[in-house]
């Protein structure tokens, strides 16, 4: 999906880290307790002063200047702050910087100089020709270091607004860091009705009519910093912000977007050709609909250009399909073409594709939504052909239980729905493991892995992002990661077949497991089961409180462990088994014995009828999660 993404302006506050490959977030597992909340919080950054001004004009485009001073707090800060990188399209917008400098904390001035200001096309561009106008510049700033202010006055200027006669943006103080100060003015032609929807910060009409202008401000003053929380929503949804926006509703939005972009969706010779390919011998619309899907995923390159920063325009469905690349507007365009083709209607659908869920009143669509997927009234279906690896029908968590602005919902109409949340039978995972435990107290065993719905998406990116040879390297990691030293190897199916479910299995071998011939206590081992099991579906839930809201999804996982003990090796006690249920689902486990053979099965069904939790509903599903941590800690006395 994205790789960044800031509701506001793409300057200070939008500054974000990529996103690490999902492998690489493994290795995060086992540190999650102790980094959810450090005892010493110290923000990398304290804005002194943040202050935004928008000068709107009647057809829409601005010029929107951003004077801000900074405070580098730590050496993080120090190597993650001192560069500033700036996002923009060259075709639609200018971008200035207009003074920059850093104040050492001796006091010492040191300007930027032009050569510190860095002008390159954008990496999407660079392996994408087709959109060559996306351009970065950033800004490096010398002579930095803890306590360092550093200042910059940037200018960006829309030239051509993404709607003609409109306009909107979110402003977001983000509270990753501290505020001394920071305000938002807008300035706009007395004439234009403005729509204005401000959380948590203080202001509003300032003047109705001043010489022509109507004058709206937001100010904050003395804001802390919000601790970090791992796997907390975005930012966006407990700073303090504001939208902006001409569009007096959705449906208006929706239009207007519509008015852009349905043309490029004409169904032509090239496109009729093309689908009647695809669909070849495939007399059901249906299934005609899934192979138009699979071939837009698996063929046309995702490139990643934001809706805001790209514009709203997408290429002509023929030119994508023969350049093989496009960002999300053009897999939209295309889609509908293909499916337009065989009969079958489909309409654009506007979605915020992060970890942010707030939907302002105000209808801000190019500032809230920044992703476009699919939606096919006549199945009810909604579709993301950017996530290749995405089974029919199957949309990636951070879209799950979003706000979207349908295009047409199959009425003609548009729509501001809510897209479908996981359910435990659209997200089970089974687990069949068999471990087998040697006379010298080594084991060895192997597991099977059965997924579906989104964690299926997970688990084909997963393999696919893995270079070559390294899954033995990963095997042992996470085996460590479980408090278990061995080796193992990983072995799946064709990724890119989306034909038939995914599997994938191991094997593995765990030296000196078990001290025999005892007595002792064995905990049930894991061995190397998987990336999504009832260990790792708890793992969030390890702080006493959460002062976030936390996104949750709906899953059903089953795990069945065997163990089998050398034949001199007598049990004497069994756990008990488990029994546990609340409004979010249930779990049960059982421990049963034949001969040498201890079969070990658990069952966790999460369901939820939202796509956050927070509060109070936090804590009763902590303690549902203590109660079943307590059980996978369940040891086989003999």
């Avoid at 930027?112 to 020709?129: C, E, H, Y």
């Avoid at 910059?152 to 003609?164: A, E, I, M, S």
């Avoid at 929706?254 to 972009?261: H, I, N």
């Avoid at 369901?607 to 804590?619: H, Q, S, T």
Wanted: overall charge negative; charged content about 20%.
């Amino acid at each position: 999906m994205n790789d960044s993404y800031s509701t506001s302006s793409p300057t200070l506050k939008s500054y974000s880290l990529r996103k690490a490959p999902l492998f690489a977030a493994l290795t995060c597992l086992a540190m999650q307790a102790s980094l959810c909340f450090a005892a010493d919080f110290r923000p990398n950054v304290t804005i002194l002063r943040d202050d935004i001004t928008y000068v709107v004009q009647a057809d829409g485009a601005y010029v929107m200047d951003e004077d801000t001073e900074y405070r580098l707090n730590t050496d993080q800060a120090v190597k993650t702050r001192s560069q500033l990188p700036l996002s923009f399209s060259a075709t639609l917008q200018d971008m200035q910087v207009i003074e920059a400098h850093t104040t050492t904390k001796e006091g010492k001035r040191i300007d930027v100089t032009q050569d510190q200001i860095r002008l390159q096309q954008s990496p999407q561009s660079q392996s994408a020709p087709m959109f060559d106008d996306g351009k970065v510049m950033t800004v490096v700033f010398p002579g930095t270091d803890v306590g360092a202010v550093l200042h910059v006055h940037l200018r960006r200027t829309q030239k051509t607004p993404l709607f003609p006669g409109q306009f909107s943006t979110v402003e977001v103080s983000q509270l990753e860091d501290e505020y001394e100060s920071a305000q938002v003015t807008v300035k706009a032609p007395a004439a234009m009705k403005l729509f204005v929807d401000a959380i948590d910060m203080p202001g509003g009409l300032v003047s109705a009519n001043d010489g022509g202008t109507q004058v709206w401000r937001w100010s904050i003053a003395k804001v802390s910093a919000r601790p970090p929380e791992i796997g907390a929503v975005g930012s966006t949804d407990y700073s303090p912000r504001v939208a902006v926006t001409t569009f007096p509703s959705f449906d208006a939005a929706a239009k207007a977007y519509s008015d852009r972009a349905a043309a490029k969706s004409a169904v032509t010779p090239e496109i009729q050709q093309l689908a009647d390919e695809i669909t070849h011998g495939i007399p059901d619309k249906r299934a005609q609909a899934e192979a138009l899907y699979r071939w837009v995923s698996s063929n046309i390159r995702y490139v990643a250009i934001f809706l805001d920063f790209g514009g709203v325009v997408p290429h002509a469905a023929k030119d994508i399909a023969a350049a093989r690349y496009g960002d999300c507007k053009d897999h939209t365009t295309l889609l509908e073409a293909l499916l337009a083709a065989k009969g079958i209607k489909s309409s654009p659908v506007l979605v915020n594709a992060t970890k942010t869920y707030w939907n302002p009143q105000a209808a801000a669509a190019p500032g809230v939504f920044n992703h476009a997927i699919t939606y096919v009234p006549e199945f009810h279906l909604f579709l993301d052909s950017t996530a290749a690896l995405a089974p029919f029908g199957t949309l990636p968590i951070p879209e799950l239980g979003k706000a979207a602005l349908v295009i047409d919902d199959g009425s003609g109409k548009p729509a501001l729905v809510k897209l479908p949340l996981s359910t435990p039978a659209t997200e089970r995972t089974t687990i069949n493991t068999a471990i087998t435990i040697d006379p010298d107290g080594s084991a060895h065993g192997t597991s099977t892995i059965a997924v579906n719905g989104a964690v299926e998406l997970l688990s084909r990116q997963l393999f696919a992002s893995l270079p070559p040879g390294i899954e033995s390297q990963l095997a042992s990691r996470v085996l460590s990661l479980t408090g278990q030293n061995g080796t193992g190897t990983y072995k799946h199916g064709d990724v890119h077949d989306l034909t038939v479910p995914f599997t994938y299995s191991t094997e593995f071998a765990l030296p000196g497991l078990v001290q025999l011939p005892g007595p002792g206590a064995l905990p049930i081992p894991q061995g190397l089961n998987g990336f999504t099991n009832i260990a790792t579906a708890l793992e969030g839930f390890a702080p006493q409180t959460r002062a976030l809201a936390m996104p949750v999804v709906s899953h059903h996982i089953v795990e069945t462990i065997s163990v089998t003990l050398p034949k001199d090796v007598t049990v004497s006690n069994l756990p008990k088994p488990a029994h546990v249920t609340s409004p979010y689902g249930a779990y049960v486990s059982s421990y049963t014995q034949a001969g040498q053979v201890i079969t070990v099965r658990r069952d966790l069904e999460w369901k939820f009828d939202k796509p956050l939790i927070a509060g109070d509903d936090y804590a009763a599903l902590r303690t549902m999660a203590q109660t079943i941590m307590r059980d996978l800690r369940a040891q086989i006395i003999y």
